[in-house]
């Protein structure tokens, strides 16, 4: 998969530590932009949640439903009674994926779902 233009919540503030969001053709990469230095070198190969853009809109809806529940086939999100998250999925490779987002990351990214900055 080649490098990918990916959005991060204009909410983040100058951190830019937040769920991070890209499209690439007709899929959907969700990524945690705190792994960016680590993969600096070979942005190709930083995990990813990937899965169709068909189910953008049901993912999208269950982040702006504030509750813990699962997109199937796309991404499951785990509410955490402080406001954190944690984002299950699979990559490219059909391997699991794993992000654990805190409180401030997650308000950032739901008020950017919820302003449309994601939508492809």
Known sequence: MSAIKRKISSYSGGENTCVAVGHDGN??????SKQDAEYADNP?????????????????DLALSASTG???GAVAIELHADG???????DA?????KFEFDTDEMDA???GVADGE???
């Open 70 to 72: 699962e997109v199937q």
């Open 84 to 90: 954190a998250a944690t984002f299950r999925g699979i």
């Open 118 to 120: 994601f939508d492809h």
């Open 109 to 111: 990214w739901t008020k």
């Open 44 to 60: 190709a190969e930083q995990p990813s949640i990937v899965f169709e853009d068909s189910n953008w809109p049901a993912a999208r």
């Open 27 to 32: 899929l959907v990469l969700i990524q945690d």
């Open 93 to 97: 490779r059909d391997q699991p994926v």
